[in-house]
């Protein structure tokens, strides 16, 4: 069974910066491709970013381009998202995932098997 559990996340003004993090336990996290994507209030659950297993490749939506940077640890079991100059658009809760179908980074959140719980992340005007 394999659990992860984000943290990190809080109320922060806009051009404020986070870094959220996941850390996965019951599975042999180095092996897997992880993904943060996030949901807003009404809509879709949305692709935000995404690492290899070694973090030697990374892929981000447009809308994170530039600004959020995904990172990994594998000594420490741990995803981050280090997100900075923050938007009102950018609330939403975050949630980590495992790609446990493929070995590459994909936005595709099908191929994203395993979750957590989320952690809410609103920015303010």
């Known amino acids: 069974q394999v659990q992860l559990v984000e943290s990190g996340g809080g109320l922060v003004q806009a051009g404020g910066s986070l870094r959220l993090s996941c850390t996965a336990s019951g599975r042999t996290f180095s092996r897997y491709v992880m993904g943060w994507f996030r949901q807003a209030p009404g809509k879709e659950r949305e692709f935000v970013a995404t690492i290899s297993w070694n973090g030697g490749s990374t892929y981000y939506t447009d809308s994170a381009k530039g600004r959020f940077t995904i990172s990994r640890d594998n000594a420490k079991n741990t995803v981050y998202l280090d997100m900075n100059s923050l938007k009102p658009e950018d609330t939403a809760v975050y949630y980590c995932?495992?790609?446990?179908?493929?070995?590459?980074?994909?936005?595709?959140?099908?191929?994203?098997?395993?979750w957590g719980q989320g952690t809410q992340v609103t920015v303010s005007s």
């Open positions: 995932a495992i790609n446990d179908r493929t070995g590459m980074v994909t936005p595709r959140i099908y191929e994203y098997i395993y």
